[in-house]
């Protein structure tokens, strides 16, 4: 995991489909989100040049492994102004009937990370979603966003 973190700016698009392996292999938590790291430094270079590199995550999203599902929530954290909102948000919907925790956490954080550069489109997002996201995923969304937008 720390080489990969290190060489990040050595892999291209090609290194998705080993990325991919790695994520489904022994997976936990912290693999998976030190690999969505990976993943969204990947994308957001290769965005530069190519506009349809978003397909990718298109495809994880709809994986039949949480832990793909989880990396395509979180490929875009730390990407700030660059983040695709409609992307992240129609992710967070399509993520918003799933039960396990790990999804709901990571679609929570995603959204309280985008929250820093958008907390305006995030606070919309949970008041006119908040029957379709679960609560921990608005808690983890609205942390810092003070007054009821986690309710």
């Not at 298109?58 to 730390?78: C, E, I, K, P, Y």
């Not at 925790?101 to 990571?106: E, H, T």
């Not at 305006?120 to 908040?130: D, I, K, N, T, W």
């Amino acid at each position: 995991m720390d080489l990969l973190i290190k060489y990040h700016r050595q892999l291209d698009l090609d290194s998705l489909a080993r990325l991919l392996q790695l994520v489904q292999r022994q997976s936990w938590w912290d693999t998976v989100d030190g690999l969505a790291g990976v993943v969204g430094d990947i994308l957001l270079r290769a965005r530069t040049g190519q506009c349809d590199v978003q397909r990718h995550m298109d495809m994880w999203l709809s994986h039949s492994n949480l832990w793909v599902r989880r990396v395509a929530m979180l490929h875009q954290l730390g990407w700030k102004a660059q983040t695709d909102e409609a992307q992240l948000l129609h992710y967070a919907l399509a993520l918003a009937p799933e039960t396990d925790f790990f999804i709901r956490k990571a679609t929570g954080w995603a959204l309280r990370d985008h929250a820093r550069t958008r907390p305006e489109a995030v606070r919309a997002f949970l008041s006119q979603h908040a029957q379709r996201l679960s609560g921990l995923t608005r808690r983890e969304a609205g942390k810092h966003l003070g007054g009821s937008a986690a309710v």
